[in-house]
C-alpha cells in the first residue's frame, strides 16, 4: 500500500554534508494526508526522531541535536522526501530510516508511524 525507498547515505568526514532522498508511493490515496519523517538508529541503541514534515502544509519539525543542522524537504511532484545534512558529527553515524505517519497530531515518537523504509547508512568519520 505504502513503499518508501531511501537512497543517498554514505561515508563522509566530520563538517561534511549528504542529502537523504526517501521516494514515496501510495496507492488509493494520496500523501497530502501524511507526516512524512526521519529517525535513525546506531547500533544498541533506540530509533531516535530527527525530523518530520507535513506533507501538505509542509510544516517542519526537528529534534533539538538536529536543528539548524538538516533540513526536511518534499517535491510533490516527484514524491519524494528529502533530509538535507550539514555540518554533520560522528555522533550523527546511524543507519536513517524513512517514514510515513497518518497521525492527527505532530508525530515525533516511531510508533505513530506505520510505514517504514529499509533504511541507509549514514557513517561520519572525525
Known amino acids: 500500500q505504502v513503499q518508501l525507498v531511501e537512497s543517498g547515505g554514505g561515508l563522509v568526514q566530520a563538517g561534511g554534508s549528504l542529502r537523504l532522498s526517501c521516494a514515496a508511493s501510495v496507492s488509493g490515496r494520496t500523501f497530502r494526508s501524511y507526516y512524512m519523517g526521519w529517525f535513525r538508529q546506531a547500533p544498541g541503541k533506540e530509533r531516535d526522531f530527527v525530523a518530520t514534515?507535513?506533507?501538505?502544509?509542509?510544516?517542519?519539525y526537528y529534534a533539538d541535536s538536529v536543528k539548524g543542522r538538516f533540513t526536511i524537504s518534499r517535491d510533490n511532484a516527484k514524491n519524494t522526501v528529502y533530509l538535507q545534512m550539514n555540518s554533520l558529527r560522528p555522533e550523527d553515524t546511524a543507519v536513517y530510516y524513512c517514514?510515513?505517519?497518518?497521525?492527527?497530531?505532530?508525530?515525533?515518537?516511531?510508533?505513530?508511524?506505520?510505514?517504514w523504509g529499509q533504511g541507509t547508512q549514514v557513517t561520519v568519520s572525525s
Open positions: 514534515i507535513n506533507w501538505a502544509s509542509g510544516s517542519e
Open positions: 517514514a510515513a505517519s497518518t497521525s492527527m497530531v505532530l508525530p515525533t515518537s516511531a510508533f505513530r508511524y506505520a510505514y
